[in-house]
Each structure stands twice: as C-alpha cells, then as structure tokens.
T-cell receptor, first 110, second 110 residues
Framework: RKEVEQDPGPFNVPEGATVAFNCTYS??????FFWYRQDCRKEPKLLMS???SGNEDGRFTAQLNRASQYISLLIRDSKLSDSATYLC???????????FGKGTTLSVSS | DAMVIQNPRYQVTQFGKPVTLSCSQT?????MYWYQQKSSQAPKLLFH???????NEADTPDNFQSRRPNTSFCFLDIRSPGLGDAAMYLC?????????FGAGSRLTVL
C-alpha cells in the first residue's frame, strides 16, 4: 500500500459546485496532515493544515478520520480560481519527513 | 520577498554532464528537503536534513547527492544525469510543520 493515496482525477465541475477530495494514508502513527495546492508549473503552496477536530477556512473544510486513516477536503461554491492540483501531505512511515500524494486535479468551468 | 531561493530556475544539461542545483533560505529553519517532481506526478522525496543530520530515502538513486554546508544553503548534485532525471527539483524548508517551497529548478537533459 502506498504511503499516501488520493482520489484519481480530474474533477471537472461548474462554478458554484461543491466538490470533495479524499486521501488515505498508511502510517497509523502519522501526526501531521496538510492540503497543498499546486498551480501548473508552480511550486506547491500550503492551503491548510488538517486538525483532529476538523477545521474550516472560508469555503474550504478539512477533516481527519484517524480510525479509517483518511483526510478530506471539501470546497464549497467553487470558483474558477480554484482550478489547480490539490496535494495531500502526511508524515512518512518513519515520521521524519513529509511526503505527498499524487494529487487530484480540479478544473472549475463557467 | 522570497524566503527559499533556488538557482538556477532553468537548467539544460547534456546526458552525463554533472549538474548542481542550489537552494538558500532566510527562514533559519533546521529542516530542509529536496523533492523531484515529474510531469503529472507527486513531488517525490529525495533527501531531507534535520540540521546537518542527512536522511537519504531508500529509493533515491546513487546518482543524486546532496550537501548542506550551513543552515542557509543546500545543494543537489546529479553526477551523471540521464534522460529520466529531467524534472522539476523542489527545495523546501520546514518550520512548525509547514513546508515553504522555493520556485523550483527545472532540469532538461538533452
């Protein structure tokens, strides 16, 4: 099993739609969880950390399910500018470094 | 102002000709990473440093080496680049569990 796996993409949605991405991780001892956003040919940038109790930042909601070892990202009222690849990031098996999932591509159209 | 600076942004080399990519940071973070990202793939961890403590991922080819002479600088050396090494190389620092990336160095191998 890969350390971090994400929903296959791409997701193509109209403006205003709600879209959700999931990510599963293999290391039950992982403590750090993040969602990063990457625009085409640019570096990844932190979108939000994921906390045990779940957290919200405007239209974005992140949740963690430790029992099932997955995290999710919900985007409400999608904007054209949300089009990007969303990368799930988790501690590696040794707990010493942060590793990335393959990413899920979102395309929002008008 | 950029806090993680990578040079060069674009590097073209010939098959087998050594290449050095550099990364500098103004954040004074102890942890630094090198990732390799190929088109439509996740950033793949090559190495990371906790201060001068070097951690090599098990599947990082011997062709890739790294140096960190001080907190601010880190180098990625590719001793004999092959066509399969063409990729974006991303340097990142880690503070408070958050990764800050440089803009990347895009390597082309002819």
């Amino acid at each position: 099993r890969k350390e971090v796996e994400q929903d296959p993409g791409p997701f193509n949605v109209p403006e205003g739609a709600t879209v959700a991405f999931n990510c599963t991780y293999s290391n039950s001892a992982s403590q750090s969880f993040f969602w990063y956003r990457q625009d085409c040919r640019k570096e990844p940038k932190l979108l939000m950390s994921v906390y045990s109790s779940g957290n919200e930042d405007g239209r974005f909601t992140a949740q963690l399910n430790r029992a099932s070892q997955y995290i999710s990202l919900l985007i409400r009222d999608s904007k054209l500018s949300d089009s990007a690849t969303y990368l799930c990031v988790v501690n590696n098996q040794a707990g010493t470094a942060l590793i990335f999932g393959k990413g899920t591509t979102l395309s929002v159209s008008s | 102002d950029a806090m993680v600076i990578q040079n060069p942004r674009y590097q073209v080399t010939q098959f087998g000709k050594p290449v050095t990519l550099s990364c500098s940071q103004t954040l004074n973070h102890n942890v630094m990473y090198w990732y390799q990202q190929k088109s439509s793939q996740a950033p793949k961890l090559l190495f990371h440093y906790y201060d001068k403590d070097f951690n090599n991922e098990a599947d990082t080819p011997d062709n890739f080496q790294s140096r960190r002479p001080n907190t601010s600088f880190c180098f990625l050396d590719i001793r004999s680049p092959g066509l399969g090494d063409a990729a974006m190389y991303l340097c990142a620092t880690q503070g408070a569990n958050v990764l800050t990336f440089g803009a990347g160095s895009r390597l082309t191998v002819l």
